[in-house]
């Protein structure tokens, strides 16, 4: 009795434990579905993001979402560089393991054999003479950069032009701190390998690798997209990526959790309550592929345009939703006050989030084309908890959804109240 009159007095939009625990499990098990081996980690290695694609079609389906097109598809192509086959690597004798203690850039080609080492400073390679000599020995060897840590972007923009100079010439091999793998659009003639700094040392002699591509032209990729009609004539676009990096052979997986698994469930949890919950305005959901391989997806949806851009609201990016201890980021908040202001006022009065944080325009996720567009955007990351990223370690079993409920509940009221 207490429990009731708590509640009556609370009103309806008190949340409780159960509530959250509710939204949470749910949203576990679109994660688990998503980066199970079966969705071989929504990437170019045995149709992960196509069948990512037909099961996210399905959740659509099954939730009574309609469809803009005349199915669920959005298609589109692009060209993609990826890795069915085993990649290997031994350092004087020793094999590293794939995944773990390395990984090969996205945009590598093939080589096989062993290589001798030739080790290289930047300044080997910037002042001309020193670089003819370099060049001359590298024929038929394996280039081993030993470039300084920094984060000076000159610097960083300069590495990266002699690392791809190079990768025309022969193998090479680089150290670095942290393993994090993309997608590339085109393969280079020889590849690049990433090793974990302790695994490669300054009298580092042979390298024995092994390393097959296999560059996609025109691979047929789809966005998914659904939608739910309101009583106005505006629109509200929610998206959220669902493809990620795949694998690097058959053995090495990225399942991506985090990255985005946890984006698309919260797509498929507000997709799901606004299904029920007929909206004023009408929603679009976007499941959109092509991010890691440069926001292709999402540039193509603002390119062939399902609905009126000049009648959406708001376009609502979600990337990255798994943690939350430090609350989120809201990117593009400070060009678009009045909608943030709104998602803090909200986020206040109910409690919700330890933190909105605003940040400035940047294009780093599927917001970027529509703000491109003048589509008033925002894309929102969750802060704080676990690290892993782009790597092996971004799974389901260690991704904590801390704040995912209290999210879901202020997105539910943010865009129900969006005026
Ligand atoms: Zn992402």
């Not at 690049?192 to 009298?203: E, G, K, W, Y």
Request: glycine share 8%; with cysteine.
């Amino acid at each position: 009795m207490r429990t009731l009159l708590f509640v009556l007095l609370l009103g309806p939009f008190c949340v409780t434990a159960q509530d959250a625990d509710k939204v949470r499990s749910n949203a576990r098990k679109y994660v688990k579905n998503l980066t199970a081996p079966a969705l071989h980690g929504r990437g170019y290695v045995a149709g992960g993001d196509r069948l990512a694609a037909d099961w996210i079609a399905q959740q659509f389906s099954r939730m009574g979402l309609e469809k803009v097109k005349a199915d669920y598809f959005q298609p589109f192509e692009f060209n993609v560089n990826s890795f069915p086959d085993s990649v290997r690597l031994s350092i004087d004798g020793v094999a590293l393991e794939p995944g773990v203690d390395f990984i090969v850039d996205p945009a590598s080609g093939k080589a096989f054999g062993t290589f001798d080492l030739v080790h290289l400073t930047p300044e080997d390679l910037f002042e001309p003479t020193r670089r003819s000599m370099a060049m001359g020995v590298l024929s038929g060897k394996a280039a081993c950069l030993h470039f300084p840590a920094t984060t000076n972007r000159d610097s960083l923009a300069q590495y990266a032009t002699i690392e791809q100079d190079l990768m025309h010439f022969c193998p090479v091999i680089r150290r670095v701190d942290k393993l994090t793998w993309g997608v590339a659009q085109e393969a280079m003639p020889y590849p690049l390998f990433l090793v974990n700094n302790d695994l490669l040392t300054d009298s580092s002699g042979t390298v024995t690798l092994h390393v097959q591509n296999t560059l996609i032209t025109r691979h047929p990729a789809r966005n998914v997209l659904g939608a739910v009609k309101g009583k106005t004539k505006k629109w509200i676009i929610i998206g959220a990526h669902y493809d990620h990096l795949g694998h690097m052979g058959p053995d090495v997986l990225f399942p991506g959790a985090n990255d985005n698994a946890s984006g698309v469930a919260m797509l498929l949890s507000l997709a799901d309550w606004f299904a029920k919950n007929k909206p004023k305005d009408n929603i679009l959901f976007v499941a959109f592929a092509g991010e890691e391989a440069g926001l292709v997806g999402s540039e193509w949806c603002a390119v062939d345009r399902p609905v009126d851009l000049s009648k959406v609201k708001l376009m609502l990016s979600l990337d990255i939703l798994g943690t939350g201890d430090e609350g989120i980021t809201v990117v593009n908040a400070t060009a678009e006050r009045t909608l943030f202001d709104q998602l803090v006022a909200i986020n206040t009065k109910k409690q919700l989030l330890p933190q909105v944080k605003p940040r400035g325009p940047t294009c780093n996720s599927d917001h970027c084309p529509f703000v491109k567009r003048n589509v008033p955007s925002l894309f929102i990351y969750t802060m704080g908890g676990i690290t892993a990223y782009h790597d092996v370690l971004d799974k389901e079993e260690t991704l904590p959804l801390t704040e995912f409920p209290d999210l879901y509940f202020l997105l539910k009221e943010f865009v129900s109240s969006l005026k």
